[in-house]
């Protein structure tokens, strides 16, 4: 499986700020997904995040609040835009899906809103 | 209704005991099934998937499918106290289509 590192681990942030997630994946990957999971509930898919073209947002996911860049195939970045202590969440990078099935997921960012 | 359900837990079991972890899922279409373990503060990872009715073992786990019950589980046997974490169950269904049960809290008691 391939080697996913996110950055920041963790952060504390004030309500109203931005906060940029990195996903550095060890080998190409056509997609790349970005999950939230709230305390106490399951893995929410945010979007999927396409090279060279714009993520594929779920419903309840809008690009103004969770914009995506995916510049190329090893790296993609999650914006947590205009924070409220309800985005307090992990977030988690994932790449798979499609032929190789398997989901596997980065290290995950802990973010806490004040 | 719930894609996948999980009984959230706890779930305790003694060291050494065989740990039975179930999950039940809504849609006939999924397809495969997988088994993440997720240790607090760290993300998923991904232990075990099964796509065909019956059972798969890898080292102490197993996992076994019914399609026609709609029913996945996961066996640990010879629990050891590095097995306590959250267990969740996936599928997946066409495409990039994955869902998550909330997890079963497990602690192996020493």
């Known amino acids: 499986s391939a080697v996913i590192s996110q950055k920041p681990s963790r952060d504390i942030c004030q309500r109203g700020t931005s906060l940029t997630i990195q996903c550095q994946v060890d080998s190409q990957v056509t997609m790349m997904f970005w999950y939230r999971q709230q305390p106490g509930q399951s893995l929410t898919l945010i979007a999927t995040?396409?090279?060279?073209?714009?993520?594929?947002?779920e419903s309840g996911f809008v690009i103004d609040k969770f914009p995506i860049s995916r510049p190329n195939l090893t790296f993609s970045t999650l914006t947590v835009s205009n924070m409220s202590p309800e985005d307090s969440s992990i977030y988690l990078c994932?790449?798979?899906?499609?032929?190789?099935?398997?989901?596997?997921f980065g290290s995950g960012t802990q973010l806490s809103v004040l | 209704q719930k894609e996948v359900e999980q009984n959230s837990g706890p779930l305790s079991v003694p060291e050494g005991a065989i740990a039975s972890l179930n999950c039940t899922y809504s849609?006939?279409?999924?397809?495969?099934f997988f088994w993440y373990r997720q240790y607090s503060g760290k993300s998923p990872e991904l232990i075990m998937f099964i796509y065909s009715n019956g059972d798969k073992e890898d080292g102490r786990f197993t996992a076994q499918l019914n399609k026609a019950s709609q029913y996945v589980s996961l066996l640990i046997r010879d629990s050891q106290p590095s097995d306590s974490a959250t267990y969740l169950c996936?599928?997946?269904?066409?495409?990039?289509?994955?869902?998550f049960g909330t997890g079963t809290s497990l602690t192996v008691i020493p």
């Open positions: 995040a396409n090279q060279g073209s714009e993520a594929t947002y």
């Open positions: 849609d006939r279409g999924s397809q495969s």
């Open positions: 996936a599928v997946r269904l066409t495409g990039n289509q994955f869902y």
């Open positions: 994932s790449v798979g899906g499609g032929s190789s099935e398997k989901l596997f």
